[in-house]
């Protein structure tokens, strides 16, 4: 079974946490990098509100086409 909602949020603080007590007892420099944006592949079940921003900006963007000068 997967952990879903609160039990997340909690598994991803106790492994940062680890990682963090690791490299500080190994004598380790961690790096951290959170990515601006993700994109798919979805793998919830319904659309979470996140999810819904996301999908509602792409179908109301356009493509403008480039005018060539001269």
């Known amino acids: 079974m997967r952990a879903t909602g609160k039990d997340d949020s909690y598994a991803a603080h106790i492994t ?6 690791f490299a500080e007892r190994e004598g380790l420099q961690l790096v951290v990098l959170n990515p601006g944006t993700t994109l798919g592949p ?8 996140s999810l819904n921003n996301l999908l509602q ?7 403008k086409e480039d005018k060539q000068v001269g």
């Open 16 to 21: 940062k946490a680890y990682k963090w007590e």
């Open 42 to 49: 979805f793998f919830m079940s319904s659309v979470n509100t």
């Open 57 to 63: 900006h792409l179908r109301e963007s356009t493509i």
